[in-house]
């Protein structure tokens, strides 16, 4: 027998202490335990919420924004991690999924970051690393591609849960991706981009998105984005004044939680800071199915095939041989040494 999940859903749209790893990390944990508090199974945070997002690349040139990207180098963490460990045990604490943007530093490149997505249960375990697979635009400045290693779709208590970042959510393919593995409930992190084209209003192309995917899939989609502080604008104005009035623009900001109609449930956030609440029921992902389920029988997979790679990539592949000769060559290599040292000592 079917059983879905019913559960309330939470959507935070914040700015984080800019470039500020720890103090984020404690505003990510007390929005957690605000969020919960207010009965949320589910939380969604921004795109790269811990510890900032680039503005610098859209209001200086590549060379003006290097010390800035070296900060950034510095305020991203390594997964795992002490700062990803505290948001899991608070994620565990509340009883909450968790759904964060992060900047995440290579363990083996100090100079090579990814837009990171983490996906954490409500008992505290990390249950999906995913990295952008493409930064938009200007972002190509400051992270790598990331691969498909992570474009799953995870079992939760609240339901098959799957995330994207941003741009992400444009991307046709990686959403079918996701729908295909039985994706539920969606996560569509973004950031606020006050400077986009001045026809592009950012507020309305992150619903547009998040309704067609929520439409297409008949899933719902939770929708989280940070918004600009004054700290960010006195930050990138005070060597580019210019940057006030770009970092200024209204509707750049929107949050809120869509239903398998495509149509936003409640009232969502519009560039002001706060946590957009809904109640899921998935049994509504049932009926609008019987008429379009693109990922079952509203389709022709003998026509089309979609492929995935999920490899994880490396900078190396490293061949070290069958273990038992490694152990006799260490043991070897260990002798030769300590005969080296001893000769040492006696000479």
């Not at 939470?10 to 500020?20: G, I, R, S, T």
């Not at 149509?263 to 957009?276: A, F, K, M, Q, Y």
């Not at 095939?305 to 290599?333: C, H, K, M, S, Y």
Request: contains cysteine; aromatic residues 8%.
């Amino acid at each position: 027998m079917l059983n879905l999940p019913q559960f309330k859903a939470a959507a935070v749209q914040a700015a984080p202490v800019f470039l500020d790893t720890d103090a984020t990390v404690d505003k990510v944990c007390g929005l957690i335990r605000e969020a919960a508090g207010n009965g949320a199974r589910l939380v969604a945070f921004p795109e790269v919420f811990v510890a900032g997002y680039p503005y610098w690349n859209w209001v200086m040139n590549p060379v003006e924004g290097s010390p800035w990207f070296e900060k950034l180098c510095k305020s991203a963490i390594e997964i795992p991690g002490p700062e990803i460990r505290r948001i899991a045990a608070a994620a565990k604490a509340n009883h909450i999924n968790v759904v964060v943007g992060v900047n995440e530093r290579s363990r083996t490149g100090i100079g090579t970051l990814y837009n990171t997505l983490l996906t954490i249960s409500d008992d505290g375990r990390i249950l999906g690393r995913h990295r952008k697979l493409v930064p938009t635009w200007a972002e190509k400045l400051t992270w790598a591609n990331g691969d498909g290693s992570a474009l799953r779709v995870h079992d939760t208590s609240v339901g098959p849960l799957g995330s994207l970042a941003c741009g992400e959510n444009t991307n046709t393919l990686a959403r079918f991706s996701l729908l295909a593995q039985g994706e539920l409930v969606h996560v569509a992190s973004y950031i606020a981009l006050p400077v986009a084209p001045p026809d592009y209003d950012m507020a309305e192309a992150i619903r547009v998105r998040a309704a067609a995917h929520c439409f297409e899939g008949k899933l719902f989609t939770v929708v989280s984005c940070s918004t600009v502080s004054p700290e960010i604008v006195d930050a990138m104005s005070a060597t580019h004044p210019q940057a006030r009035e770009l970092l200024a623009r209204r509707n750049s900001a929107f949050s809120g939680i869509l239903g398998p109609d495509g149509r936003v449930i409640g009232e969502p956030l519009i560039d002001e800071e706060g946590i957009v609440y809904a109640d899921i029921d998935l049994s509504r992902c049932i009926q609008p199915r019987q008429m379009h389920d693109i990922t079952g029988h509203y389709n022709r997979f003998d026509v089309f095939d979609l492929r995935v790679n999920r490899r994880p990539l490396a900078a190396a592949q490293f061949d070290d041989g069958p273990a038992d000769i490694l152990n006799r060559l260490d043991a070897e290599t260990d002798a030769d040494l300590n005969a080296f040292e001893l000769t040492e000592s006696k000479s």
